[in-house]
Structure formats: structure tokens, C-alpha cells
């Protein structure tokens, strides 16, 4: 079991490019997690996935697009990179059978800086 | 909404001494809360949780949190600090939203240990 993997771990971007964050559970959870980690403000969360063909906006969604592209596959797109969006990005899932299934499990993390 | 407070963000202990680190709440609903750890360049692994059962809650490496709903309070324990629990420590509270349960965390307190 890798758990939840993300790739690339590190990009360096200029301002006004494009990419895409990968990741990808193999626990067969329901529900799927983008965060964003900045010094001194914890994690953000960007969009969520409750389930399969489900997304929605988290906290701080503005920048950013989502696909869930199957069960197990859950992107992060930029589509027009700003240096504001220099930050370590998160993914995480859920097995979301109830309120007793609240863990979240998270990736290592992509290390993203836009210059 | 929910949120919550971590008093601290630094914490500095010597190898042997109590740790504390101190999370309060703010919740309109009987509240699910987390403590998640942060090793350097590493995603975040779950210590510990509290969702409505023993107010006492133990976790990994000797960590444990009691839930004090008189004081909106779960801070986090653990008698003798080691070198190893070097890190970054996140308080998180966990906002239902039917099937798209979402985290919010606190903004972290980094801890120290020192020989």
C-alpha cells in the first residue's frame, strides 16, 4: 500500500505558465483533499472531492481547477501560474463512511515555486 | 464556523522535560478534533483524534490529548519530551459537511527539543 502518492515533488514555474499536480490513493477512499501549507497560516484547503464526479471549492479555490478523474485519481490545475501560489501543496483522502471515518490521510507534498 | 487557535507558535523543551502544546476550539456542533504532526519535508501523519467518546484520547509516541469542553480546549501531552519529536504540530477541527467533510486547521506550533 503506497497510500496517497503526488507527483512532481518539487517545480519550479515562471508567471504565467501552466501545470499540474498529480495524486493518487490506493486505500479505495471517497473523498479527496487539496491543501495548500504557507509559513504561519497552516494548511488551506483548496477544493475537495466528496465522492466519484464530485468537486467543490474549499477555502481559498481562486487560481486553481480540479478533476476527479476516477476513484483513485484526484488532479490540481493551474492554469496561469502567479507567485502568489508559491507554496507546498498537499493532497489527502478519506474513507468517508460517516462521521466516524473524519482521518485524513495525506501525501508527501509538491514543493511548488513560481518565479 | 469552526476554527482554532493554537497559543504558540514555537515550543521549546528540554529532552526529558512535559511537553504541552495548547489548541482551543471554536465549534457551534459537538466537535471531531485531530492532532496531526509534521516531520521536516514530510506530508502530515495523524497522532491522535477525539470524536465523542473517551475525553482522555492516547495517540502514537506517547502523545495523548483531553478534551475539555468547559475550557474549549485539547491540548496536547506527552510526559517526556525526545530529540525525535522535533517537529511541526497542527490542531485541527473537523467541519461536517454532509458527505464532504472538511479540516480546518490551526497554524501550527513548532517544537523543540533541546539536550
Known amino acids: 500500500n503506497a497510500g496517497v502518492t503526488q507527483t512532481p515533488k518539487f517545480q519550479v514555474l515562471k508567471t504565467g505558465q501552466s501545470m499540474t499536480l498529480q495524486c493518487a490513493q490506493d486505500?479505495?477512499?471517497?473523498?479527496m483533499y487539496w491543501y495548500r501549507q504557507d509559513p504561519g497560516m497552516g494548511l488551506r484547503l483548496i477544493y475537495y472531492?466528496?465522492?466519484?464526479?464530485?468537486?467543490d471549492k474549499g477555502e481559498v479555490p481562486n487560481g486553481y481547477n480540479v478533476s476527479r478523474l476516477n476513484k483513485r485519481e484526484f488532479s490540481l490545475r493551474l492554469e496561469s501560474a502567479a507567485p502568489s501560489q508559491t507554496s507546498v501543496y498537499f493532497c489527502?483522502?478519506?474513507?468517508?463512511?460517516?462521521?466516524?471515518?473524519?482521518?485524513?490521510?495525506f501525501g508527501p507534498g509538491t514543493r511548488l515555486t513560481v518565479l | 464556523a469552526q476554527s482554532v487557535t493554537q497559543l504558540g507558535s514555537h515550543v521549546s523543551v528540554s529532552e526529558g522535560a512535559l511537553v504541552l502544546l495548547r489548541c482551543n476550539y471554536s465549534?457551534?456542533?459537538?466537535?471531531?478534533l485531530f492532532w496531526y504532526v509534521q516531520y521536516p519535508n514530510q506530508g502530515l501523519q495523524l497522532l491522535l483524534k477525539?470524536?465523542?467518546?473517551?475525553?482522555l484520547v492516547k495517540g502514537i509516541n506517547g502523545f495523548e490529548a483531553e478534551f475539555k469542553k468547559s475550557e474549549t480546549s485539547f491540548h496536547l501531552t506527552k510526559p517526556s519530551a525526545h530529540m525525535s519529536d522535533a517537529a511541526e504540530y497542527f490542531c485541527?477541527?473537523?467541519?461536517?459537511?454532509?458527505?464532504?467533510?472538511?479540516?480546518?486547521f490551526g497554524t501550527g506550533t513548532q517544537l523543540k527539543v533541546e539536550l
Open positions: 485541527a477541527v473537523s467541519d461536517w459537511l454532509g458527505g464532504g467533510n472538511k479540516l480546518t
Open positions: 486505500m479505495n477512499h471517497n473523498s
Open positions: 489527502a483522502s478519506r474513507l468517508a463512511g460517516g462521521r466516524g471515518t473524519d482521518t485524513q490521510y
Open positions: 465549534s457551534s456542533v459537538p466537535p471531531y
Open positions: 472531492s466528496a465522492s466519484e464526479g464530485t468537486t
Open positions: 477525539y470524536t465523542s467518546a473517551a475525553t
